[in-house]
């Protein structure tokens, strides 16, 4: 009995993130973020993929996973900060349930943290695709940090994923950190071509920071060519 009760809350939650993202998600992306694309859209086609974004807003996810086929959905794990997103029943089930993070314990009573590395090597051995954000926490709008090493140790714990860096641009305005009311607002996103550790290497790292510099110029120089 309690599998079969268990079996129905999954598909449940399954159902409802399914609604989520296509009743309010996209309409959402659609009408009151204005999406202007600066390069073809690269992002995975099925599962054990990392899209790695700039971090600026908790939109950015929606964003990402909102640009993905439906069929995927299941399939898309959001890395995040479990500290964050389990703070109260209520965010815990939206954040697991209907989001889908991997939540990662940073901070734990004892001491000792969750090894982030073996928590996402894990999700893509299962065909995963992961939102990592290498920054590791939102910025202020519109300014990126710098990328953080925690990347290139997961890109070499896989060297055979494949990896698909984004430049979201205007959505920390849109919402930015620590204010929950939207404000209509352009957004830009460009998309780099897809590359694994496999392909660098040693040069993995600044390859990767590389194409993140090149993604932030073709938004603020714009050039429509490809189309």
Same mark, same amino acid.
């Given at each position: 009995?309690?599998?079969l009760?268990?079996n129905?809350?999954k598909?449940s939650?399954?159902?409802?993130?399914?609604?989520?993202?296509?009743v309010i998600?996209?309409?959402?992306?659609?009408?009151?973020?204005?999406?202007?694309?600066?390069?073809?859209?690269?992002? %995975?086609?099925?599962g054990?993929?990392?899209?790695?974004a700039?971090h600026?807003?908790? !939109?950015?996810?929606m964003?990402?996973?909102?640009?993905m %086929?439906?069929r995927?959905?299941?399939?898309?794990?959001?890395?995040?900060?479990?500290?964050?997103?389990?703070k109260?029943?209520?965010?815990?089930?939206?954040a697991l349930?209907?989001? +889908?993070?991997? %939540?990662?314990?940073r901070?734990?009573?004892?001491?000792?943290?969750?090894?982030?590395?073996e !928590?996402?090597?894990?999700?893509?051995?299962h065909?995963?695709?992961l939102?990592?954000?290498?920054?590791?926490?939102? +910025?202020?709008?519109?300014?990126?940090?710098?990328l953080?090493? +925690?990347?290139?140790k997961?890109?070499?714990?896989?060297?055979?994923v494949s990896?698909?860096?984004?430049? !979201?641009? +205007?959505?920390?305005?849109?919402m930015?950190?620590g204010d929950?009311?939207l404000?209509?607002?352009?957004?830009?996103?460009a998309?780099s071509?897809?590359?694994?550790?496999q392909?660098?290497?040693?040069?993995?790292f600044?390859?990767?920071?590389?194409?993140?510099e090149?993604?932030?110029?073709?938004?603020?120089y714009?050039d429509?060519?490809?189309?």
């Amino acid at each position: 009995m309690n599998t079969l009760k268990q079996n129905i809350l999954k598909a449940s939650n399954t159902v409802l993130r399914f609604l989520f993202f296509i009743v309010i998600v996209r309409p959402l992306v659609k009408i009151v973020i204005g999406l202007r694309y600066h390069s073809p859209i690269n992002l %995975p086609k099925n599962g054990k993929a990392i899209v790695v974004a700039n971090h600026n807003s908790h !939109l950015d996810t929606m964003v990402l996973i909102s640009m993905m %086929p439906l069929r995927l959905l299941s399939k898309i794990q959001p890395v995040a900060a479990a500290d964050y997103f389990t703070k109260n029943r209520w965010v815990k089930w939206f954040a697991l349930k209907i989001i +889908g993070i991997l %939540p990662i314990v940073r901070n734990k009573m004892d001491g000792k943290s969750d090894n982030p590395i073996e !928590l996402c090597k894990e999700a893509l051995e299962h065909g995963k695709i992961l939102i990592f954000f290498p920054e590791g926490s939102r +910025g202020e709008p519109e300014k990126m940090s710098e990328l953080k090493y +925690g990347i290139t140790k997961l890109a070499k714990e896989c060297p055979e994923v494949s990896i698909y860096p984004v430049y !979201l641009h +205007g959505l920390g305005k849109v919402m930015p950190k620590g204010d929950a009311v939207l404000v209509p607002f352009f957004c830009d996103i460009a998309f780099s071509e897809p590359m694994s550790f496999q392909q660098y290497q040693a040069d993995f790292f600044e390859v990767l920071k590389a194409s993140f510099e090149q993604m932030h110029d073709s938004i603020k120089y714009p050039d429509w060519g490809y189309e």
